[in-house]
């Protein structure tokens, strides 16, 4: 039988809330088992950036990822915030590793190709040394990823927090029973936008495909949902998403995703 | 019999320079045998925080890591320095892992007490974990150290990086025949400092006490001199001080420190 292993992400809103992000930390340490933690990034490097006079580029509404915005992003990511996570992880008894995708060839990646829009440098994953994770794994090392990857020729690439949880957690099915948690600033998906308790406990796919139709689901939740059923159409065992609560075990209010 | 180690640390003024860090990383992947990479600061992390509008505390004219400073040193040395190297060396095939001494728990420092001057956020090594350090070489990885280490109580703490290379040289030396090599941009220790081509080629015990007598070795080198007798004193096979040629095998004007 495959060993457990929990794959946890944490959001940019959480992070920013330094009371929030010990909490998670303190209830991340105490999770059982094996984990890894993929952190997103937050306003920081926003922040930094308009310190800097460094203007975010647009395109058609979305952002882009341009040389100075991956330093910032390499700066507050994969230094500030990936370090400190891993300190007082260390201080909490987990014994962390921060990791972006260059280290170890963890995540591997090519930037975005172009088409209507040029995303800058964005990474889009080819593929997780999942050999190498479960090394580490097994020396008693919980990895904390920060939100970068590279291309393998020197490039770093700017990639998606939820990706990056979703294709670790894929990556690492064939070694072990993953189970995947995204952890945000809301209980869970909602049913009613504006009641922060009329969370949805279960959906699968047939739930999912009626919820759809009735348009329940709000558009900020959509990629995260397809995120989900990519990983567990590719073998991760379930997906669970809720606020910082979800990983204490007398916690019930979350929602959790299967097939 | 010991299998050999080399640990390198790169000094800030070759980081700087674009070229010169290219030319280093590529030296320094093609040196045969394990590695450990130690890279130090430079002016980086200063510039960000002019711009940022922090001023250097000084105290007797010595610099202190203040809040504010630790955060750009975390940032710049831990993030934007310390993740280019490790991608810049994936893509020449050595497979380079970042850490800082949070990481793994690698390096274990306390704040260093306060007496006449309070340093704030300065670290003074207590140990290595040498065990793990090995365990990540003999998977293939190649550590890349920033120069932070952690008093595993949450606190990040701004470190030395010629200490933190001699502490690691000294913490493998109980595994491996370890030799630490010294990276600036001078070709060695210099018996006249206005001639850049006096390299002292040897220096043992007897030798440097003479050389200490004719006040032959710059004030600036110092300090240099006292980390690498200290690692030569605790098991270190021999140090070398160089540029970055150093690490070519045809180069032989380099300073080498023997007991």
Redesign the interface.
Known sequence: MKQKLSIVKIGGNVIENQVGLEQFLLNFSKLEGLKILVHGGGKLATKLAA??GIESQMSNGRRITDAKSL?II???????T???I???L??LGT??????G????TIKAHKRPIKEIDFGFVGDIDSIDSN?LD?LIN?G?TPVFCA?S?D?????LNTNADTIASEIAIGMSALFETTLYYCFEKKGVLKEVEDENSVIQHINTKTYSDLLKTKAIADGMLPKMENCFHALNNHVGKVCIGDISMLQPQTSLFTTITL
């Open positions: 310190q800097l330093e390499t700066m507050v990511y994969g230094g500030l990936n370090k400190n891993v300190a007082k260390q201080a014994n962390a590793l921060g990791l972006s260059a280290d170890g060839n190498f090394t020396t090392i970068i590279h393998g020729k020197g490039q770093l």
